[in-house]
T-cell receptor
């Protein structure tokens, strides 16, 4: 069974640009969560989607948005990029919500110059 | 608010035993997870505790005390490949509340 895949793996953008990251969950998994990981703050929850509906949202500004498609693939978008958005963005999938084990993808390393 | 504390760094010797502590203060509790993350890689699931006590899985064990808001991850017979960050995460309520992660403990195993 293929794992969680994320594209692209690395991305360099400049301030003010926008970016879209993609996540394909494990086949059969319907829940996708997104996290931002930085050395100073650790893993911080962005949002969770289940069956195309946003179930939870973390404390991030409205520049961060996401969506989930009918095949459970998910995208997140960051508009008007800031230097502080440089981070590793991780996607995790699980079969359902609740206490199901989450499987993480390799992440997208975003650098904002 | 919710707060999860772990030591930032630890060093241990190959073959030894190391205990990584995690304390949490959350508005509720519905499970605690431990993840391992090697540098440049994705976190991988190690263990899940929801009831008090010890869960053993090979060289790794995880303990939970809900009354004390405390957990630890015990690694036995340390190997060099165990050098990684260990992340403690708590789900504060039932159902669809998201995991809250600690900042992780970077473990270095030395010869």
């Amino acid at each position: 069974k293929a794992g969680v895949t994320q594209t692209p793996r690395y991305l360099i953008k400049t301030r003010g640009q926008q970016v879209t990251l993609s996540c394909s969950p494990i086949s059969g998994h319907r829940s996708v969560s997104w996290y931002q990981q930085t050395p100073g703050q650790g893993l911080q929850f962005l949002f969770e989607y289940f069956s195309e509906t946003q179930r939870n949202k973390g404390n991030f500004p409205g520049r961060f948005s996401g969506r989930q498609f009918s095949n459970s693939r998910s995208e997140m978008n960051v508009s008007t990029l800031e230097l502080g958005d440089s981070a590793l963005y991780l996607c995790a999938s699980s079969f359902g919500t609740g206490n199901n084990e989450q499987f993480f993808g390799p992440g997208t390393r975003l650098t904002v110059l | 608010g919710q707060n999860i504390d772990q030591p930032t760094e630890m060093t241990a010797t190959e073959g030894a035993i190391v205990q990584i502590n995690c304390t949490y203060q959350t508005s509720g509790f519905n499970g605690l997870f431990w993840y391992q993350q090697h540098a440049g890689e994705a976190p991988t699931f190690l263990s899940y505790n929801v009831l008090d006590g010890l869960e053993e899985k090979g060289r790794f064990s995880s303990f939970l005390s809900r009354s004390k808001g405390y957990s630890y991850l015990l690694l036995k017979e340390l190997q060099m490949k165990d050098s990684a960050s260990y992340l403690c995460a708590v789900r504060s309520h039932s159902g669809n509340t998201p995991l809250v992660f600690g900042k992780g403990t970077r473990l270095s195993v030395i010869a």
